[in-house]
């Protein structure tokens, strides 16, 4: 009986070991953070926070804001299925190229658009917060939260005027 405990235990710990190794690998932590410069920790995702550095949205919105829903419980819960999804697929290599948006993402993108915009899409006759109803936000307005992905140069945000001569 006690081999069985030391076998599970010593099972556990290598369990345990690796994903702590994997979580620092990673840099689990940052992924808990609003900063946007975690999102590009994954080489993939370069491209998209290069353009959205030069987006109209630089200003008034970072990653979380957009991609994630703005309740404590969801947010988390969305990061810990998307942080689930993203590492398997980056340890798998089996992740589409160009990247691209999961329709539960996009729903989660498209409530957070008509709730920010709430007073400017109020007298829209279809307020719709799912394409399955109506046109996503991004259908007309694509460039938006990304920009073209080369030649734009948008405004700095407040915390990046630190060390600007």
């Known amino acids: 009986m006690s081999r069985y405990i030391v076998l599970i235990g010593v099972v556990g710990a290598v369990f345990v070991g690796i994903g702590a190794f994997t979580f620092t690998y990673g840099e689990g932590l940052s992924y808990f953070s609003k900063d946007p410069e975690a999102c590009q920790n994954c080489h993939i995702m370069r491209q998209q926070f290069d353009s959205w550095q ?11 804001d957009c991609h994630l829903p703005h309740d404590f419980v969801g947010k988390y819960l969305a990061k810990a299925e998307n942080g689930y999804n993203h590492s398997k697929a980056f340890t798998l290599q089996d992740f589409h190229e160009p990247i691209k948006i999961t329709p539960k993402n996009s729903r989660i993108l498209q409530n957070n658009c008509v709730e920010c915009h709430a007073v400017m899409v109020a007298n829209l006759q279809d307020q719709s917060r799912s394409s399955a109803d109506g046109l996503e936000c991004v259908h007309c307005h694509a460039n938006v939260g990304h920009g073209e992905t080369a030649g734009l140069g948008g405004p700095l945000r407040s915390e990046e005027y630190e060390g600007v001569d």
Do not use: D, P, R, S
């Open 54 to 64: 030069k987006a109209g949205h630089h200003t008034a919105a970072t990653c979380v």
